[in-house]
């Protein structure tokens, strides 16, 4: 009997002993995927970030931060389908993650999925918490922008306040504002929100250099002729 207890004593504390090694070894993998990734390279970083995951032992913290480094790492590699499904399973472990849902939200307004990305605005809106401001402004925008596209006209017009009341000089969100008043029939409205858009996107590195930027060019540019051809 006592022999018995002793190897089934002996087996107990292997597993502990392993399953310590298997959390040590993933927390140890992390790091070099947050070091990896500090140094921009993404290759080296999601491998560690990969191993991470698979040695975590359901470890929930360190599977939450090693899929969202791996989300990080795919939108900058330009992967939203591996992106998407990261975040499904970071949602998965923790349906409280806030920013999780906000993040895929984006991805759904990029692939004009708005219902679908509305959903997730929502979810994210009532789980998150704390965020930087001009990160808020960014994602009541974008939550205005879907709304608008369903036609629900009010609610993205109170998203673009909710946006600039956030951050007042995102002008993704005089974007909004500017649409929503296009819709209401108010060009002067349209074209003087553009135009503060357009001088705050100037001023904000990057803004106008992506293919979206592009596109909110074309709206200044088109809305400023608008504007003008019913001066005459």
């Known amino acids: 009997m006592i022999k018995w207890v002793r190897i089934v004593t002996i087996i107990v504390a292997l597993a502990f002993l392993g399953a310590g090694v298997f959390v040590l070894d993933a927390a140890i993998e992390l790091n070099l995927a947050y070091r990896a990734y500090k140094h921009r390279d993404m290759d080296q970083a999601m491998r560690h970030a990969r191993r991470a995951n698979y040695s975590s ?3 929930t913290k360190i599977i939450k931060s ?3 480094l ?3 790492i795919a939108i900058k590699l ?3 389908e591996k992106a998407m499904d990261y975040l499904g399973q970071a949602i998965q472990h923790d349906s409280s993650c806030g920013l999780c849902y906000l993040q895929r939200g984006d991805i759904e307004y990029k692939w004009k999925n708005y219902a679908a990305a509305l959903d997730d605005f929502i979810n994210g809106f009532e789980n998150t918490g ?4 001009e990160v808020k402004a960014y994602y ?3 939550q205005g922008l879907s709304h608008l596209e369903l036609g629900e006209t009010e609610k993205a017009q109170e ?3 909710n946006a600039l009341q956030s951050d007042p000089e995102s002008p993704l969100a005089f974007f909004l504002l500017s649409k929503v008043k296009a819709k209401l029939g108010d060009l002067e ?3 003087g929100n553009a135009s503060k858009a357009y001088r705050l996107g100037q001023k904000k590195t990057g803004f106008f250099s992506s293919p979206e930027g592009d596109l909110w060019l074309r709206y200044y540019g088109d809305t400023m002729i608008r504007y003008k051809s019913a001066q005459r």
């Not at 704390?130 to 401001?133: D, S, V, Y």
């Open 130 to 133: 704390p965020l930087k401001p």
């Open 140 to 142: 009541y925008a974008r």
């Open 57 to 59: 032992r359901n470890d």
């Open 70 to 72: 791996e989300y990080t």
């Open 189 to 191: 409205g349209a074209y």
């Open 78 to 80: 330009g992967h939203p």
């Open 66 to 68: 090693a899929l969202k």
């Open 159 to 161: 998203d673009s306040q």
